[in-house]
């Protein structure tokens, strides 16, 4: 929004962008289990071309001819839905799955161990302060949402940053993920950014301001 609106030279007014706020009271129990090594992703979203899932299967590909111990989950649905469910048979992969919608998201962000956002466009990304919110580290483009929440030193912001439309490059962030102390790491840093810097308390405090700056 802030690009945007300085995109016109006219605009004159004191303009003043506030984020969404996260209802961070809540109690989230872990379910995550870590009996083998497979790495457990979870992706989700509607099933458009903007929202990149083709680069995640790609990405997949990659993973499993390497024969790296990952299984991807795909939540959504949406006009690319068969093609999607094509592509992946016809690369034949055994480590992405296409789940449909879920009753409970938060269950599934629970039990998983990273969530992956591939996507060419993302205003801002509610999804993303969700995941990271139940402790996910977070794999995400380089969008308007990823640099928003994840910023210029996204480790310390709870996630990884890659390049929108490069297969490789989620591959590769995905692999450093396996590090365990990398994962804890930017799972406490995920849950660190939203309580601090988008949470409901933070939102009152800026619209609050905004209003006293107004009077």
Known sequence: ???????????????????????????????????????????AGRFVEKKGF??????????????FPVQI????SGALEKTIINR???????????MGWTSSLTQEFLAADIFCIPSHEEP???????????????????????LEILGSNPENRGGLLVNINDPAEIKNALISLQNKE??????????ENIRTNFSLEKLSTNLRSLIDDAA
């Open 1 to 43: 929004m802030k690009r945007f609106l300085t995109r016109y030279p006219k605009n004159c007014s004191k303009n003043v962008v506030i984020p969404h706020g996260f209802d961070t009271s809540l109690e989230l129990v872990d379910s995550r289990i870590s009996q083998d090594n497979v790495l457990r992703i979870i992706s």
């Open 54 to 67: 083709t680069d995640l299967i790609e990405a997949a590909a990659i993973l499993e001819d390497e024969k």
């Open 73 to 76: 989950k795909l939540f959504g």
């Open 88 to 98: 992946i048979k016809t690369l034949g992969l055994t480590n992405i799955e296409v």
């Open 124 to 146: 801002f990304g509610l999804i993303i302060g969700e995941a990271m919110l139940s402790g996910l580290p977070v794999v995400s483009t380089k969008t308007d949402g990823g």
């Open 182 to 191: 990398l994962r804890t790491k930017l799972s406490n840093n995920a849950k």
